[in-house]
Structure formats: C-alpha cells, structure tokens
C-alpha cells in the first residue's frame, strides 16, 4: 500500500465534498434555468460536472495506491438562491472551503512524508487557484452590474466560455 490510512481516509472525505459541491452547482445551474439564464445555467452546469471529476479523480488516486474505498455520505445542497448575487457568494465561499481542505491534505501528505500525494495534490491546489479567482471575478461584476442590469451577466459569461 502507497498511501496510510489517514491519508486515504481524508482524501475519501474531500470525495464527499467534491460531490457536495457538485449538488451545489446544479441547485445554482437550475436556479439560473429558472430565471432564464441559459449562459449562466450553461456555466454552473460545467462546474458541476467538474467538481465530479475532481470527486473521480481523488478516489481514484486511493484506488491505485492501495486504499481503503469507503464511499461518504453526500449532504444536499444547503444554500437557497434567490439572486445572481447570493449565487456567486455560496460560489465562492465553498470554493474558499475547498481550498481549505485540499490545503488540509497537503499538509497531512507532508507530515507523511508521502510525496506521491503531495505531487498528486498539487493539481488540486493549482486548480483551486483557478475555481477562487473565478468566482471573485465573476461576484464583482454581478455586484457591479446590481439586481437591475443582471441580464447583462448571460453576455458576459458567453463571450467567457
């Protein structure tokens, strides 16, 4: 076995929130449906879809180095959206979380000495990198733009896909 349990353990924990964030994507994607903001739904429908692959590629990580598989509970999605705004904030507070746990791995992988995971990690920490300045750009511009000229953000979010 290549990875120690703790390790293992944990990273099957982050499979969870990985899948949780993905449930919290759709339940944003759908509000934008809803609202008529197919752009915006389009885009929050590709994140979901990646916080899944994320959720696939850390259990799968476990898998080859010879970890125990216990698959975690999901929770729901515990955010009500009821703007643009409240969208982009549940956005990147969890992406925020996340970049917390992943940090969380990498130092537990460093106390192991594992080098495998913490070179297996560093996707994960650049990858955050990514998700966090997303949202921040995106939740200036929607408070820029106000509850008024929201209709604007499904130009915005095309001409960035």
Not at 72 to 90: L, S, W
């Amino acid at each position: 076995m290549l990875i120690k349990k703790e390790l293992a353990a944990k990273i099957m924990e982050q499979v969870g929130n990985e899948f949780a964030a993905s449930l919290q994507y759709l339940a944003i994607a759908v509000y934008f449906e809803q609202e008529a903001f197919g752009n915006t739904a389009k885009f929050f429908y590709k994140q979901a879809e990646e916080e899944k692959e994320h959720a696939m590629k850390l259990m799968k990580y476990v898998v080859e180095t010879g970890g125990n598989v216990t698959m975690p509970a999901i929770p729901a999605p515990n955010a009500v959206i009821k703007t643009a705004e409240d969208a982009f904030v549940t956005s990147l507070k969890w992406e925020l979380e996340v970049t917390g746990q992943i940090n969380g791995l990498m130092d537990l992988a460093k106390q192991q000495n594992d080098y495998l995971a913490q070179n297996f990690l560093n996707w994960f920490v650049d990858e955050q990198l990514e998700e966090v300045t997303t949202m921040e750009k995106l939740l200036t511009i929607v408070r820029k733009l106000g509850e008024k000229n929201i209709f604007m953000l499904e130009g915005i979010i095309a001409r960035a896909d």
